[in-house]
């Protein structure tokens, strides 16, 4: 029997241990079997932290004798802290080989205040994004009364963060161990380019270059599509049709779906003077990355990849796919090289496969071809969709919904780890709970949708 299953960890926070193990909310004896494992992240982490503690210790003890005053005292300590992480190879006068090799003190002090704002930002997000209450059999589980963080716990201060893990009270040490392992986990993507405001940065440079070189029109029409759903097979699209501006627009039904966006005109630059392919056109950086490392188990960006930290999204109608992907071609990746990882899920309705093999939480019923395409030094990931299978990706009632598909995965990795059963008392393996918050993501499908490019 494996350490995880003796230790009677599931799947998922197996997962976690392998990436991120001091996420999990142990008791002593689940620790103590993992820690036998000589050959485990989490061994590797506890001795880690173990000479952290005695190097930054040693230095405090030094400093005390020194009669500084606490304000002073404190400055040094976070000094210190910072320099056993970064610094050069080539400094002679270094004992261990540092994390970080670039910034300054009061650099890395900003970029770490700006990490536990896009920590704040992610657990935000997801007590925003779960119902506040859910009937699991004769209960209600008040589920926004537990995502809340202890007040204590709310700190910029890594060393107070420090502290407060060592605390025996459950729910307050694993609170403040997760949010320094997350901040840290930003603070390293900041370091790697994936900066939130840099992403932005270079979405609206690759915005206003698509505008400029691929588009007929700098902003498009707005238009409305209607499409009529099949409440027998999950309300997946039977037929849609457009509706042009001027004309009446019919209220959304269960079964009627109707949303605003802006239709968009490509040039025919391969075949000259012929009509152009009217296709929608979608553009956004990863606004929670964070998020994705977690339910992936990516803890570097660089060395495991995340293709999307800005994505490209194509819809167009089924029979204009091919015609589509002639013209991003001739000037979106023109170049030998500089698209890989190509994977194609369209005209596999029947779910003979998954778009991508490597993630098995997505549903084979969604039609879609991606690429990532190296555009000026970063990642971007590329992805055409038919019209059908882009509207059952906003309308349909199952995984093939984007916004199920993100409930099924933040429900089975996100909220289970940073607010675990055993001190938040939500009872996430609960089918039924998980049922209820995915009901809860799509119960605002019957209402008219604005999409912005």
């Given at each position: 029997?494996?350490?995880?299953?003796?230790?009677?960890?599931?799947?998922?926070?197996?997962?976690?241990?392998?990436?991120?193990?001091?996420?999990?909310?142990?008791?002593?004896?689940?620790?103590?079997?993992?820690?036998?494992?000589?050959?485990?992240?989490?061994?590797?982490?506890?001795?880690?932290?173990?000479?952290?503690?005695?190097?930054?210790?040693?230095?405090?003890?030094?400093?005390?004798?020194?009669?500084?005053?606490?304000?002073?005292?404190?400055?040094?300590?976070?000094?210190?802290?910072?320099?056993?992480?970064v610094?050069?190879?080539?400094?002679?006068?270094?004992?261990?080989?540092?994390?970080?090799?670039?910034?300054?003190?009061?650099?890395?002090?900003?970029?770490?205040?700006?990490?536990?704002?896009?920590?704040?930002?992610?657990?935000?997000?997801?007590?925003?994004?779960?119902?506040?209450?859910?009937?699991?059999?004769?209960?209600?589980?008040?589920?926004?009364?537990?995502?809340?963080?202890?007040?204590?716990?709310?700190t910029?201060?890594?060393?107070?963060?420090?502290?407060?893990?060592?605390?025996?009270?459950?729910?307050?040490?694993?609170?403040a161990?997760?949010?320094?392992?997350?901040?840290?986990?930003?603070?390293?993507?900041?370091?790697?380019?994936?900066?939130?405001?840099e992403l932005?940065?270079?979405?609206?440079?690759?915005?206003?270059?698509?505008?400029?070189?691929?588009?007929?029109?700098?902003?498009?029409?707005?238009?409305?599509i209607?499409?009529?759903?099949?409440?027998?097979?999950?309300?997946?699209?039977?037929?849609?049709?457009v509706?042009?501006?001027?004309?009446?627009?019919?209220?959304?039904?269960?079964?009627?779906?109707?949303?605003?966006?802006?239709?968009?005109?490509?040039?025919?630059?391969?075949?000259?003077?012929?009509?152009?392919?009217?296709?929608?056109?979608?553009?956004?950086?990863?606004?929670?990355?964070?998020?994705?490392?977690?339910d992936?188990?990516?803890?570097?960006?660089?060395t495991?990849?995340?293709?999307?930290?800005?994505?490209?999204?194509?819809?167009?109608?089924?029979?204009?796919?091919?015609?589509?992907?002639?013209?991003?071609?001739?000037?979106?990746?023109?170049?030998?090289?500089?698209?890989?990882?190509?994977?194609?899920?369209?005209?596999?309705?029947?779910?003979?496969?998954?778009?991508?093999?490597?993630?098995?939480?997505?549903?084979?019923?969604?039609?879609?071809?991606?690429?990532?395409?190296?555009?000026?030094?970063?990642?971007?990931?590329v992805?055409?969709?038919?019209?059908?299978?882009?509207?059952?990706?906003?309308?349909?009632r199952?995984?093939?919904?984007?916004?199920?598909?993100?409930?099924?995965?933040?429900?089975?990795?996100a909220?289970?780890?940073l607010?675990?059963?055993?001190?938040?008392?939500?009872?996430?393996?609960?089918?039924?709970l998980?049922?209820?918050?995915?009901?809860?993501?799509?119960?605002?499908?019957?209402?008219?949708?604005?999409?912005?490019?």
């Open positions: 029997m494996t350490t995880y299953k003796k230790a009677g960890l599931t799947a998922e926070q197996y997962k976690i241990a392998d990436v991120f193990p001091g996420l999990l909310d142990l008791d002593r004896p689940q620790a103590k079997l993992m820690y036998k494992d000589e050959h485990s992240l989490f061994r590797g982490e506890a001795k880690r932290k173990r000479r952290q503690e005695r190097h930054l210790n040693s230095f405090f003890r030094r400093r005390q004798l020194l009669d500084y005053s606490p304000g002073v005292l404190r400055d040094n300590e976070l000094v210190h802290f910072h320099d056993f992480y610094g050069r190879l080539r400094d002679v006068s270094r004992r261990s080989f540092p994390m970080y090799g670039k910034g300054t003190y009061e650099q890395n002090e900003d970029r770490f205040r700006r990490s536990v704002a896009d920590v704040e930002s992610v657990y935000a997000y997801l007590r925003k994004l779960a119902p506040e209450e859910v009937l699991v059999g004769r209960r209600y589980v008040r589920i926004h009364e537990h995502l809340k963080l202890v007040d204590d716990v709310r910029e201060d890594p060393l107070e963060l420090l502290r407060l893990a060592k605390l025996r009270d459950r729910m307050v040490s694993h609170q161990r997760c949010r320094l392992i997350l901040a840290q986990t930003c603070f390293s993507a900041r370091m790697d380019g994936y900066a939130p405001d932005r940065t270079y979405e609206e440079d690759l915005r206003g270059a698509m505008d400029r070189a691929f588009f007929a029109d700098p902003e498009g029409e707005p238009v409305h209607v499409a009529e759903l099949d409440p027998n097979d999950h309300y997946v699209c039977k037929r849609h049709h509706v042009e501006v001027g004309q009446p627009v019919p209220e959304p039904r269960d079964d009627l779906f109707v949303m605003q966006v802006y239709r968009r005109a490509v040039p025919r630059r391969r075949k000259p003077g012929a009509p152009p392919i009217h296709i929608y056109f979608f553009l956004r950086h990863k606004q929670r990355m964070l998020l994705k490392q977690l992936k188990g990516i803890i570097f960006p660089q495991v990849g995340i293709g999307d930290s800005v994505a490209m999204m194509f819809v167009v109608e089924r029979e204009d796919l091919s015609k589509l992907v002639s013209e991003v071609q001739e000037v979106v990746v023109p170049n030998p090289g500089m698209v890989a990882d190509l994977n194609s899920s369209i005209g596999h309705r029947l779910g003979s496969e998954r778009l991508d093999p490597r993630n098995r939480r997505s549903s084979k019923l969604y039609e879609a071809m991606k690429y990532g395409a190296r555009i000026e030094d970063r990642m971007v990931e992805q055409f969709l038919p019209m059908a299978a882009w509207i059952n990706s906003l309308a349909a199952s995984d093939v919904n984007h916004a199920w598909y993100k409930m099924k995965r933040y429900a089975a990795s909220y289970p780890t607010f675990p059963e055993t001190w938040s008392g939500i009872p996430w393996r609960s089918r039924a998980q049922n209820r918050c995915i009901a809860h993501s799509i119960s605002h499908l019957s209402e008219p949708k604005i999409l912005r490019p």
